[in-house]
């Protein structure tokens, strides 16, 4: 879902831009409250693994792929702070390396995918975990919140082609809906996948506590 | 042994991210992605525009022109991209400690 440059024009570049700039400045602020050597190496880890998941297309129906964009994946293990500046690194470093992801358009992107990804699969995880705080549980707000997570990020996404005059905005918004309905289980599988390994593994890893169940 | 345990995590995670990047890549599926073929479909793919030229970009599209073969381009691009980022957190990881040592 990385938009390239010439989808998105000015004025949403530039308030994308001034957003995703304000939102990061606020999450390293936050995060350096609890910056720990242990805390940069997770996020150095899982900013790499990230990128590599990234780069794996899968096929769904109709001549379409979709790979993981990771903010749920961010959020509940390293807390929706850190794990949006990790999924921001990512992105910068597509952007400005492997040309995935207009220069342009990078606000419109981080805002997306490391900020509405990240922050709004959080919120919905932490809806779904005040149901109930069993292991059961805690791998559904998983999965609901990661699958949310794309079809929220694709929503923006056409929101912002609309308001750039790209396309009609109602049409735009129903298509990227509809399709990232379907990727978003893709983002569900490989999400709660990885957390359950880690959770089996390494529960300390998930530095938001959710790991442990009453 | 708390420490040790950091550093397996570490390196497993690295091994994970090199593996995926540079062996799963290859597999990838190369349909165009959601946006791109809402964008097909619509007619507006054509809207997008090279603003920064090719050449200003270390390894554009994920293929690292430098080696001939299809396979090695994508892997070398992944490997690289896992490198990148492990580098720019490393470089956090050395300032923190170093400021920190002086307190």
């Given at each position: ?58 096929s ?25 500046i ?14 995935d ?28 975990r ?52 379907i ?32 | ?46 809207n ?25 381009q ?14 720019f ?15």
């Open positions: 879902m990385h938009i390239p440059d010439g989808f998105v024009d000015l004025k949403t570049a530039v308030f994308t831009g001034v957003i995703s700039a304000g939102s990061l400045a606020a999450a390293i602020y936050k995060v350096k409250r609890y910056f720990k050597t242990k805390v940069i190496a997770l996020m150095g880890v899982m900013s790499a693994l990230i990128f590599a998941l990234q780069m794996i297309n899968f769904i129906p109709g001549g379409t792929s979709g790979h993981l964009l990771g903010g749920a994946l961010a959020a509940i293990i390293l807390g929706p702070h850190a794990g949006a990790v999924i921001a690194v990512v992105l910068i470093v597509q952007a400005f390396v492997f040309m992801g207009g220069v342009t358009a990078l606000g419109a992107n981080i805002f997306n995918m490391a900020i509405i990804g990240v922050y709004g699969s959080y919120f919905i995880f932490w809806l779904i005040k149901i109930s705080k069993s292991k059961v549980n805690f791998f559904i707000s998983t999965a609901v919140a990661s699958w949310l997570s794309v079809i929220a990020a694709s929503f923006f996404a056409a929101l912002e082609l609309g308001i750039s005059g790209t396309y009609a905005m109602g049409v735009t918004l129903k298509a990227m809906v509809l399709v990232h309905m990727i978003g289980i893709g983002e569900a599988i490989i999400t709660v996948a990885v957390i359950v390994f880690i959770n089996k593994v390494r529960p300390d890893l998930i530095l938001t506590g959710e790991g442990s169940f009453e | 042994m708390t420490e040790r345990k950091n550093y397996t995590f570490v390196l497993v995670g690295i091994i994970a991210a090199l593996t995926i990047a540079m062996l799963i890549s290859v597999f990838a599926s190369s349909f165009p992605d959601g946006l791109e073929k809402v964008a097909e479909n619509l007619g507006f793919i054509g997008s525009r090279e603003i920064v030229p090719e050449s200003f970009f270390l390894i554009p599209d994920y293929t690292f022109r430098a080696v001939g073969s299809e396979l090695w994508v892997s070398l691009a992944g490997m690289s991209g896992v490198l990148i980022i492990l580098a957190f490393g470089i956090i990881y050395l300032i923190y400690k170093a400021v920190n040592k002086k307190r």
